[in-house]
T-cell receptor
Framework: NAGVTQTPKFRVLKTGQSMTLLCAQDMNHEYMYWYRQDPGMGLRLIHYSVGEGTTAKGEVPDGYNVSRLKKQNFLLGLESAAPSQTSVYFC?????????????FGPGTRLLVL | KNQVEQSPQSLIILEGKNCTLQCNYTVSPFSNLRWYKQDTGRGPVSLTIMTFSENTKSNGRYTATLDADTKQSSLHITASQLSDSASYIC????????????FGKGTRLHILP
């Protein structure tokens, strides 16, 4: 049981390049989330999914797209990277079972946009 | 506005000492409150989760308290160890909203030998 995994762990992009971050979970969770974490700020929600084939915008969705074609995978895409997207990206998953659900986080992807 | 405020921003204590971290929130309606530990370069890991009906919850040397009336929570760490050096994040979920999970900025704890 690997939990939540993310690939790649680290990436450097030039402005305007595109890339896809992959998140995978083996816990059969319905809900998956993409966050970014910047210095001095709390985690901010980019996009989330409440099940296979569904996606929804979070707090800071601009410049990102997502897809949830398979229940276990949640992809985050940057179509045209900008320096403002330099950040650490975390994926999380959870199974909604009442009020006590908790999120399980991946190890993070460090992205540097030059 | 839904907010989660944590204090102090950073804290340095000696190994073996106790400490208490604070979290104040204005999230409404309240669903649950969680404390996470985030080691440098790693993802957050859940320590405790509490609903409005719970006042205290422990996880080893970590004890979280919740006062739903004053909208305050604390995380008490007993007999600190070097491995406790990390950021501690308070997270509050708003009821009935899948996207309303509000993260605090965290308290950075440094344990000195």
């Amino acid at each position: 049981n690997a939990g939540v995994t993310q690939t790649p762990k680290f990436r450097v992009l030039k402005t305007g390049q595109s890339m896809t971050l992959l998140c995978a979970q083996d816990m059969n969770h319905e809900y998956m989330y993409w966050y970014r974490q910047d210095p001095g700020m709390g985690l901010r929600l980019i996009h989330y999914s409440v099940g296979e084939g569904t996606t929804a915008k979070g707090e800071v969705p601009d410049g990102y797209n997502v897809s949830r074609l398979k229940k276990q995978n949640f992809l985050l895409g940057l179509e045209s990277a900008a320096p403002s997207q330099t950040s650490v990206y975390f994926c999380a998953s959870t199974q909604k079972t009442g009020l006590l659900e908790t999120q399980y986080f991946g190890p993070g992807t460090r992205l540097l946009v030059l | 506005k839904n907010q989660v405020e944590q204090s102090p921003q950073s804290l340095i204590i000696l190994e073996g000492k106790n400490c208490t971290l604070q979290c104040n929130y204005t999230v409404s309606p309240f669903s649950n409150l969680r404390w996470y530990k985030q080691d440098t370069g790693r993802g957050p890991v859940s320590l405790t989760i509490m609903t409005f009906s719970e006042n205290t919850k422990s996880n080893g040397r970590y004890t979280a308290t919740l006062d739903a009336d004053t909208k305050q929570s604390s995380l008490h760490i007993t007999a600190s160890q070097l491995s406790d050096s990390a950021s501690y994040i308070c997270v509050v979920s708003a009821g009935n909203r899948d996207d309303k999970i509000i993260f605090g900025k965290g308290t950075r704890l440094h344990i000195l030998p």
